[in-house]
């Protein structure tokens, strides 16, 4: 199984409230980083089986303009939201038997401490919009192939 990890692409409010975190929506130049990002992830040909986002807004819309250019759906995962575990994931995995490749779009920390359990330890940190591709067995241990940080997908 090939899993992608997409961490959500440049967010913030001017009037920042924690309570309303989960609103929290991609800025304008975020809007536009990842639009080129998009446009990376198409021509690298990932043969999707799925793309699954956090609820959380800055997830959601990153995911979505994922989609939009690879012409898929996107799968709202509450799972996904900030605290993400590598329980979740094996949750998640059980849930789509037949999936072969996702595209997870979510958060930090969570990602690279799930990455890190999946490959058996190290440091692994994505920054927002890097993209990892982490391939795994049937009990979901594996190695990171690559991290691609943002800069690297926008041409």
Avoid: C
């Avoid at 959500?8 to 989960?22: M, N, Y």
């Avoid at 929506?25 to 690298?44: F, N």
């Avoid at 920054?127 to 982490?134: D, E």
């Amino acid at each position: 199984m090939r899993l992608y990890f997409l961490r959500h692409g440049l967010a913030d409010w001017p009037d920042w409230d924690p309570a309303r975190d989960h609103e929290r929506p991609l800025t304008k130049e975020g809007l536009r980083k990842m639009k080129e990002q998009a446009k990376t992830l198409l021509a690298l040909d990932l043969k999707l089986d799925a793309i699954l986002s956090s609820p959380y807004t800055r997830a959601y819309q990153t995911a979505d303009i994922v989609a939009g250019k690879l012409r898929l759906d996107v799968r709202t995962e509450p799972r996904l939201a900030p605290g993400f575990t590598y329980a979740k994931l094996t949750e998640i995995v059980a849930s789509l038997e037949d999936a072969q490749v996702l595209l997870l779009v979510g958060h930090e920390p969570s990602f690279s401490t799930v990455i890190a359990e999946i490959i058996g330890g190290g440091r692994v940190q994505l920054k927002k919009g890097a993209l990892a591709r982490v391939d795994v067995n049937r009990e979901l241990r594996g190695e990171l192939v690559w991290l691609l940080q943002p800069k690297i997908l926008i041409h």
